[in-house]
């Protein structure tokens, strides 16, 4: 079963807490095996982006784009 993006983003918005590291280390690992390049920029903003979610600092999708 193929998700859309928004019912992805669903999905993550329901995981638990301490899952969230377990995710952004998988989401990690699918990057590195992608062949598209990925600029050092977006990496340094990735990497900043999974410690805030780890000290728990995030804005759920649903806070972002409403309950639609």
Known sequence: MALSREQLHRV??????NKLPALADLIDKL???DDEPVSDTAIVE?????????????VSFDEIFGDN
Do not use: C, H
């Open 12 to 17: 993550i918005d329901l995981l638990p807490e």
């Open 31 to 33: 990057i590195d095996d």
């Open 46 to 58: 990735y990497k900043r982006i999974r410690q805030d979610m780890r000290q728990g600092d995030f």
